[in-house]
């Protein structure tokens, strides 16, 4: 079955701008995960979307946001970008959770995001 | 509250040595443990994962880890390193209380020497 779809793969944005990352889980995963990685900070967790709800969230800024359709698609907003949030943007869907616990996650390829 | 230490950010290994990458986590209660690996420009894929079944868990690639709950450790090891093997290396937990969200270690680049 098809894996984790994120496009693009690659973006150069400006600061001041914002940006849309997409996400295509795998067929069933109604769960979407979003980390962002850097060399300084590694993988840090930024939201998690079940069903269309927003059911867990990172440390982050209110300028990182997210949403999931009802085909369990998900997208992530960055607005009023910063030098600093130059990453690899990683989706990860899972099948959730059970007893609390995580099925695991299928990591997509990412999206390297570049702010200039 | 749920963490991992991966010790030694950089291991070089020889060709055909073992690979040994260490990871120690904090959990209060049992967790889950994953061990994912990155190649350049790629996302992550999962080599393994423990879930309170055998403590000594297969992967792929000829990757294993064993469990130890009395050491709170989840090292990875593979008998014989191949040229392939080269990536970062995250050991990350999950567990009761932090629901789908994990809790990833600093990464552990291994580099193969020919």
């Known amino acids: 079955k098809a894996g984790v779809t994120q496009t693009p793969r690659y973006l150069i944005k400006t600061r001041g701008q914002q940006v849309t990352l997409s996400c295509s889980p795998i067929?069933?995963?109604?769960?979407v995960s979003w980390y962002q990685q850097t060399p300084g900070q590694g993988l840090q967790f930024l939201f998690e979307?079940?069903?269309?709800?927003?059911?867990n969230k990172g440390n982050f800024p209110g300028r990182f946001s997210g949403r999931q359709f009802s085909n369990s698609r998900s997208e992530m907003n960055v607005s009023t970008l910063e030098l600093g949030d130059s990453a690899l943007y990683l989706c990860?869907?899972?099948?959730?959770?059970?007893?609390?616990?995580?099925?695991?996650?299928?990591f997509g390829s990412g999206t390297r995001l570049t702010v200039v | 509250a749920q963490s991992v230490t991966q010790l030694g950010s950089h291991v070089s290994v020889s060709e055909g040595a073992l690979v040994l990458l260490r990871c120690n986590y904090s959990?209060?209660?049992?967790?889950?443990l994953f061990w994912y690996v990155q190649y350049p420009n790629q996302g992550l894929q999962l080599l393994l994962k423990?879930?309170?079944?055998?403590?000594l868990v297969k992967g792929i690639n000829g990757f294993e880890a064993e469990f130890k709950k009395s050491e709170t450790s989840f090292h990875l090891t593979k008998p014989s390193a191949h040229m392939s093997d080269a990536a970062e290396y995250f050991c990350?937990?999950?567990?009761?209380?932090?629901?789908?969200?994990?809790?990833f270690g600093t990464g552990t680049s291994l580099t193969v020497i020919p």
């Open positions: 990860a869907s899972s099948l959730g959770t059970a007893q609390g616990f995580s099925y695991g996650y299928t």
């Open positions: 423990y879930t309170s079944a055998a403590t």
């Open positions: 067929s069933g995963h109604r769960s």
């Open positions: 990350a937990v999950s567990g009761p209380n932090t629901g789908n969200q994990f809790y």
């Open positions: 959990s209060s209660v049992p967790p889950y």
């Open positions: 979307y079940f069903s269309e709800t927003q059911r």
